[in-house]
């Protein structure tokens, strides 16, 4: 990475990227920094070909609190509370949809992106993780979607994408009561595909599951996310055609022709582990 964050830290091993969210609050609660450095660090990792996987995970003792009211307050607070203006809602909006784009970036960037969640996440970190496209965690993580407690609808994209992970039942209660679900009833509905007994076995595994993602030609990947994306609230037969353009074009790259060539020798084969523009 080119550029120093503060509310996120870097480890590339091979094209595996593990990004770490970093508080400064309590529980990696998401302040001012996390909200503008995380599009900023989307667009850089999708910039840089070498990343193949990502790896999103919390530091400490939990993956995040979610938002940071304290250090959210002073900018959130002109324009919500006393006679609210015209120019004050829009600034609001304004800012809530920054705050959305961070995760839409993960959801729309074409490296498969997966989350390692380890003790509390709550509100924020849910909406977070629904944007990744896997996810996991260890036997002593905690999640909430705690919006309705603080008499606020969930906005930064976990009723968005949570209905096409867990179904719109589980995703309504969630929302609706505001509860703490544990990570067996998150592996049961489906949030979570995995659940590990340990943190340090829950970042092993993720790890290796990274890997085995980036070791694949990138083309076929990123084309799998792209056309998995593409289908979403289509109709069948407009992601069939869209996977047929996709692949006429696929199918004559020099990673299609190294893994035919391969199967023939009976041999590992050696894709190209670079891939320009994210794709």
């Known amino acids: 990475m080119n550029r120093t964050y503060q509310s996120l830290s870097f480890e590339q091993v091979d094209g595996v990227l593990t990004v770490a969210l970093l508080g400064p609050g309590k529980g990696n609660a998401m302040g001012p920094e996390f909200w503008e450095e995380l599009p900023q660090a989307m667009d850089e990792i999708n910039r840089t ?6 790896v999103f995970r919390g530091s400490g003792d939990h993956f ?11 900018r959130l607070g002109s324009m919500t509370t006393g006679a609210v203006l015209a120019h004050q809602r829009v600034d609001l909006m304004d800012q809530i949809r920054q705050m959305q784009l961070g995760f839409q970036k993960m959801h729309e960037s074409p490296k498969p992106v997966i989350a390692a969640v380890h003790g509390w996440c709550i509100g924020g970190g849910v909406n977070m993780i629904s944007a990744a496209d896997i996810r996991l965690c260890s036997r002593d993580a905690r999640f909430s979607l705690r919006e309705a407690k603080l008499a606020i609808t969930p906005d930064i994209g976990g009723l ?11 995703t309504r209660e969630m929302a609706f009561t505001g509860a703490d ?11 979570v595909n995995h659940v590990y007994d340990t ?9 290796t599951l990274a890997r085995q993602i980036a070791d694949n030609p990138a083309t076929a990947v990123q084309g799998a996310k792209r056309v998995l994306n593409y289908s979403l609230n289509k109709s069948i037969e407009d992601g069939l055609q869209y996977v047929a353009v996709w692949n006429s074009s696929q199918l004559q790259s020099s990673d299609f ?4 060539q391969a199967t023939v020798e009976k041999r590992k084969a050696e894709f190209n582990k670079k891939i320009n523009k994210g794709y």
């Open 49 to 54: 070909p070498d990343v193949r996987c990502i």
């Open 64 to 74: 995040s609190y979610g938002l940071n009211i304290a250090q959210m307050m002073p």
């Open 160 to 170: 968005q994408f949570l209905p096409t992970i867990i179904g719109q039942g589980f």
């Open 181 to 191: 679900y544990d990570a067996a009833f998150a592996e049961r509905i489906g949030l």
């Open 199 to 207: 943190p340090d076995q829950l970042f092993e595994a993720a790890a």
């Open 257 to 260: 022709s190294e893994a035919m």
